[in-house]
């Protein structure tokens, strides 16, 4: 079945940018929307945005101006980028998969990000 | 901005039935999914599209959607069903997660 693994720094600078890649295993990057998805540690989750794998995106308005999220079909990863980051980003970052009126079936483990001088 | 609304925490006696709500305006209108997050775990997806199941989840678990309300249940509670759940729902061709609800089992 399809696995989903993000990697990228556990610890970033307070005012840096935070890059994250999703790697899609076991299945195709085709056809589905990209997503990811945060958890301030004790908190609920928060939906950062998504990528669809022809290239379109859509954000959560509140992270809009410092979000982008991209896809590399050829290597069946898709990527996060936030810049400006502030000790309020620091969570734990998920990457799943979805659909428009579709549930989130499949979810990677979760990578937590710190922010932090 | 489409809101969810959860209760922060339920209760129920081992072997009874929980049932979580989640209020949105008109959320009968649209397909509510349901994630189980226990500590230290990724969420997973226990109901989708209101009612259906994924294979592996246990017949206890049910949802239903009406009006302003939509709700998860869980029959016979045992003790592995103690965790966080959350509600979801696309809105506008945006997610949107309830602040999740903390099931305990007494």
């Known amino acids: 079945q399809v696995h989903l693994q993000e990697s990228g720094p556990g610890l970033v600078k307070p005012s840096e940018t935070l890059s994250l890649t999703c790697t899609v295993s076991a299945g195709s990057i085709s056809s589905y929307y990209w997503t990811w998805i945060r958890q301030p540690p004790g908190k609920g989750l928060e939906w950062i945005g998504y990528?669809?794998?022809?290239?379109?995106?859509n954000y959560n308005p509140s992270l809009k101006n410092r979000v982008t999220i991209s896809v590399d079909t050829s290597r069946s990863q898709f990527s996060l980028k936030m810049t400006s980051v502030t000790a309020a980003d620091t969570a734990i970052y998920y990457c799943a998969r979805g659909f428009p009126n579709v549930a989130f079936d499949f979810w990677g483990q979760g990578t937590l990000v710190s922010v932090s001088s | 901005s489409y809101e969810l609304t959860q209760p922060l925490s339920v209760s129920v006696a081992l072997g009874q039935t929980a049932t979580i709500t989640c209020g949105g305006d008109?959320?009968?209108?649209?397909?509510v999914h349901w994630y189980q997050q226990k500590p230290g775990q990724a969420p997973v997806l226990v109901i989708y599209?209101?009612?259906d199941r994924p294979s592996k989840i246990p017949e206890r678990f049910s949802g239903s959607n009406s009006g302003n309300t939509a709700t998860l249940t869980i029959g016979r509670a045992q003790d592995v069903d103690e965790a966080d759940y959350f509600c979801q729902v696309w809105d506008s061709r945006s997610v949107v997660f309830g602040g999740g609800t903390k099931l305990t089992v007494l």
């Open positions: 599209g209101n009612n």
């Open positions: 008109n959320i009968g209108n649209k397909n």
């Open positions: 990528v669809y794998y022809g290239g379109s995106t």
